[in-house]
């Protein structure tokens, strides 16, 4: 087995390589000047003009009617990130308590209505999504933006699995003192799940911070876009002009990829937990 | 949860064993629990409130829509029966970006599969640097679609793209956007790149699972590490490849859309799309809400028939297995 192992490592550096490179690139490009890169290509090296970018993205009034700044795109992602990681964390862990701890009629019904919602994702149901919004009159607001979004069981679906792996008896002994549902479910339950909930705050956040197709549609007013909205735009205005603002587009992909991928590294061993102990 | 690490026979059926635990499904529900008339539904409410109003309401509309025609104007809607279904499965336009969505679907399922199962492999034997590698693949795994098309576009730009510039070094005048395939290709390269970590992810923490007595038994019975990996590591990790399969075809199906948007820049004119981009065409941008709707059930039909695939499959190994 040992003889092996350089030939291993060059697998996995090549991998590697491959896996990262479009990041390096794409950081370091958007140091350069636009004149620069449409010059000499794209770079891995750094280029000394990434301060006056980022502040240009960051703060320049853009869009068509001049109201929306990188600073305020970039706040439209963290409130959809973190309403979407609450939202999902209380919603599920509620309805994940209720199925696996009670016992009353209709569970089963109840249990196969919640997790049908994890067959159809919503791509395949965005016209009627959009006209039922539009009748709510949800469209641009935040409510709009993020509600809809927890209509899928993923977090459900990650908090039975966990509860069902507690040890039952937990449930008897607090019986036994004589606690109720709720005072099991906040002096037991709750402290037990807390490396469970971080683990689910951190894959919603990411899976709410990257959402694309639904703010493209609930959002026509600048003032709610987010940074993936934001990429969009940047892109469409490209269309004609003369040389294409290529270091604004790297910075604002770098902004946007920048959160996500510190928050998955950092909290990686807590994110793989999460992810492949409820997944399967 | 549900693997332990300890205390398994290394017998043929211990094996057996642990391959229906990496696939059972969950276990039947508490021994003991609360009896209450109204706090289940109460703790259940929100839940159900957001999956009604937000899930099954538009999804009846859609199967409702499917079979009216919707006059534009909004005076009103005429039943035509099947007529959305066949125009749809009928033109020829539709026929080939089903071909290409399958194509496309297949080709990104097998590839981000193949490379994330090797990188795994190799991750789980070396032990010097294990971190590393594992770091710098999930980084990948954060990215958006739309963050991971923008620079796959850079990549593959015909002024400044790198890999326009290299393809360009074995005579091949790459011009994604411009040519049907080359743009094919940067979108497969690209929706593969992005995948790759989810599956390496998990089928290094599927190796990880498997017990060092399976292991070191397996490594005393034979001792060619590929026939090794074959007949003792390749069938405990057959669930998490199925698994994986099922969550990569839906990937290439529907994640895929906003990476499409981005790279073929509302511009499908000449470009490759697939099936779920062109329900979003036709239903936004070309305002045929019948048809939009009739595509969007009959990608509903495919879904539900991999996913109940998807169940009798596992099934069928747990008990028989």
Known sequence: MNRMKPFDHLILILGTLFMVSPIAIAVMTSTHTAADIHANGLSLLPGGHGFETYETVLTRQGGFTGQVTGTRMMMNSVILGLGFAVGKIVFSMLAAYALVYFRFRFATVMFWVIFTTLLLPLEVRIMPSYQVMSGLGLLNTYTGLIVPLLASATGTFYFRQFFKSVPDELLEAARIDGAGPVRFFIDVLIPLSRTMIAAIFIIMFVYGWNQYLWPMLMTTDERFFTLMRGIKQILQVWIGSQIPDYNEAFALAVLALLPPVVMVVVFQSWFIKGLTESDK | MSVPSTSLQTSPSGIARLRARLAAPPEAAKRVQFRRPLLPWLLLAPQLAVVATFFYW????????????????????????LDNYADAVGSSEYIRIAGFTVMFTVIVTVLSLAIGMLLAVKADKVIRGRPAYRTALIAVYAIAPPVAGLIGMMLFDQHIGSIVRFAALFGWNMQVGLSYWDTAFAMIVVA????????????LSGLQAIPSAVREAAL?????????????????????????MIINITYALFDTFALIDVMVKDKPANNPI??????????????????????????MAVVLVLTLFQFRYIERRVHYG
């Open chain 2, 58 to 81: 538009p999804s009846a509309q859609a199967v409702i829509s499917s079979f009216y025609i919707e006059d534009p104007f909004g005076f009103g809607a005429t039943f035509v029966g």
């Open chain 2, 192 to 203: 593969v790149w992005l995948q790759i970590p989810y599956n390496f992810i998990f089928v």
């Open chain 2, 220 to 244: 005393i019975d034979c001792r060619n590490g590929l026939r090794r990996f074959r007949t003792v590591i390749l069938p405990l990790l057959a669930p998490t490849a199925f698994f994986l």
């Open chain 2, 274 to 299: 697939t099936l779920v981009y062109k329900v979003y065409l036709d239903g936004f941008r070309g305002n045929d809400i019948g048809g939009s709707s009739a595509q969007s059930v009959i990608l």
